[in-house]
C-alpha cells in the first residue's frame, strides 16, 4: 500500500470535493491526523526517506535506548511512540542523514499545502518527547545526535502561511486562504463537542471505551495508560479501556440492541457484575495484562443480560473517571458521549444513575469539525488588530 500517495490523493480530492462556489470564502484549513504516524522527509529534494510509520507499528529495537535517555515512565517509553520510531530509522539508515526532517501525518499534510517545511503542533509532538509544559523540547532529547530532525512547535489553530499558489489558483481558494497548525485526531474530537470548561469530559463508546476529561492539573501514570496532552492552559487527561460496543457486537446485532434496549428499566440496578471484555487484558483503570473477560452467569432472559452489561461497562466508566481523580485531575462534573453506545437513550439513563452525573449526547463528534474549530481560531487570530 503507498500510504503517502493515497494521502495526498485523498486530501486533493477533499479540496475538489468543497463546493465551487464556496471555496473563494474559505478563510483557513486546519488538518487532524492521526497520533503518531511518522514520515521522514529529505529537506532538500522533498521526498520521504522511509515507508511511513504508521501509528500502531511498534519499534522494538529503539525502546532501550529511548529508556535510557527519557525519564522513566515517559510518554516516549512506548515502542509505538514517535521517539522510538524516530531512533529506529536513525539506526538503521545509512544514507545522508543531514537533510532529513521529521513530520506527523498532519504536519505533512499541512505542508503539501503551505509548503513550508518542519511545522508541527504540541498535540503531536507530544509522542516524539515534546514538553508542552515548558514549550520546548527538553534538552535530553535536544543532545541527542538526531535532534536536527525535529519539527519547530506551534500552538494548534496557528496560521503557518497562505496556501500556495499553484494550488489555490488549482482549485480556486482565496489568495489569503491561511494555513493553519493542526492537532491529533483525538484532541480533534474531543474540540468538536467543543467544552472549555475544567470538570467536563467526553466519553467516547465506540467499539472501545475512551474517556477524556479537561483539568486544570496534568496528570500521567503510564501504568493505566494514562497521560495529558495540553489544550491552551488546560489539561486533556485520557484513559481508554478494552471494554465497549465490540463486546455487545460478540453477542447482539446493532438491532436486537436496539430492541433489547428498550425493554430495560434503566432506573433498577441491575445485579450482574461482569467485566466485558473481548480478549484477555485490561489496561484503564484496572493495569491487568491477564485479566480475563467476565460475562457470567448468563440469565436466560436476553433484556436482563444486555442490561447487566451495559451497567457493568457504565461502573468500569465510573471507576475510570473516579482513577483520574485520584491520580490528581479536576473531578468530573458534566459527561458528554459520543460513538455508536451515544445513541442508546437506555444506557444513558443507566449511566446517569451509575456516574452520578448529567450526561448528554455531543451535538458534533466528527475530528473534522474540531479541526474546523481550530482554523477558525488560526483565522480569528490572524485578523484580530495586533498592539
Ligand atoms: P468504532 O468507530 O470505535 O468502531 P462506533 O463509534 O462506530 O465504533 O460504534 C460502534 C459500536 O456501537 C459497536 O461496537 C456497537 O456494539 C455499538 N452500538 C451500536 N448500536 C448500539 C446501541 N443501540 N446500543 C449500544 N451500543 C450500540
Redesign the pocket.
Known amino acids: 500500500m503507498d500510504w503517502i500517495q493515497s494521502w495526498k490523493d485523498t486530501l486533493f480530492l477533499l479540496l475538489d470535493d468543497v463546493p465551487v462556489s464556496l471555496r473563494p470564502v474559505v478563510a483557513s484549513i486546519a488538518i487532524d491526523g492521526t497520533s503518531s504516524t511518522t514520515i521522514i522527509i529529505d529537506s532538500m529534494s522533498e521526498e520521504p526517506l522511509s515507508r511511513p510509520f504508521l501509528y500502531n507499528e511498534s519499534c522494538p529495537d529503539a525502546l532501550p535506548l529511548v529508556k535510557s535517555i527519557a525519564p522513566a515512565k515517559h510518554t516516549v517509553c512506548s515502542g509505538s511512540s514517535t521517539l522510538c520510531k524516530l531512533v529506529s530509522w536513525w539506526n538503521s539508515y545509512d544514507s545522508s542523514k543531514e537533510s532529513a526532517v521529521l513530520l506527523h501525518q498532519a504536519d505533512w499534510l499541512l505542508w503539501l499545502l503551505h509548503g513550508k517545511l518542519g511545522v508541527s503542533d504540541y498535540n503531536n509532538a507530544l509522542k516524539v518527547g515534546y514538553d508542552p509544559e515548558m514549550d520546548s523540547y527538553p534538552s535530553w532529547l535536544l543532545s541527542q545526535p538526531y535532534s536536527h530532525l525535529l519539527p519547530s512547535v506551534q500552538d494548534p489553530g496557528t496560521k503557518i502561511g497562505c496556501m500556495k499558489e499553484n494550488i489555490r489558483t488549482q482549485f480556486g481558494y482565496p489568495k489569503d486562504c491561511l494555513i493553519c497548525t493542526g492537532t491529533t485526531d483525538s484532541i480533534a474530537a474531543f474540540l468538536a463537542a467543543r467544552t472549555t470548561q475544567p470538570g467536563k469530559a467526553v466519553t467516547s ?4 471505551l475512551a474517556i477524556k476529561l479537561l483539568s486544570t492539573r496534568r496528570v500521567e501514570d503510564a501504568r493505566f495508560g494514562v497521560y495529558s496532552h495540553r489544550l491552551d492552559d488546560k489539561w486533556l487527561v485520557g484513559g481508554a479501556s478494552n471494554t ?3 463486546v ?2 460478540q453477542h447482539f446485532t ?1 438491532e436486537q ?2 430492541k433489547l ?1 428498550e425493554q430495560i428499566n434503566p432506573l433498577e440496578a441491575s445485579p450482574l457484575d461482569y467485566y466485558p471484555l473481548q480478549a484477555v487484558g485490561e489496561r484503564f483503570p484496572v493495569a491487568d495484562p491477564k485479566m480475563e473477560p467476565r460475562l457470567h452467569p448468563r440469565p436466560e432472559n436476553d433484556v436482563e443480560y444486555l442490561h447487566g452489561i451495559l451497567e457493568s461497562i457504565a461502573r468500569i466508566e465510573a471507576k475510570g473517571y473516579k482513577l483520574l481523580k485520584d491520580l490528581g485531575a479536576t473531578p468530573v462534573e458534566e459527561v458528554i458521549t459520543s ?3 451515544s ?2 437513550e437506555k ?1 444513558i439513563k443507566i449511566r446517569e444513575r451509575v456516574l452520578g452525573l448529567p450526561v448528554c449526547k455531543a451535538n458534533q463528534t466528527e475530528a473534522a469539525y474540531g479541526a474546523a474549530l481550530l482554523a477558525m481560531k488560526g483565522a480569528c487570530e490572524n485578523t484580530a488588530p495586533s498592539d
Open positions: 463508546l465506540g467499539s472501545t465497549g460496543g465490540a455487545l457486537r446493532d440492541l436496539e434496549s460513538g455508536g453506545g445513541k442508546n444506557w
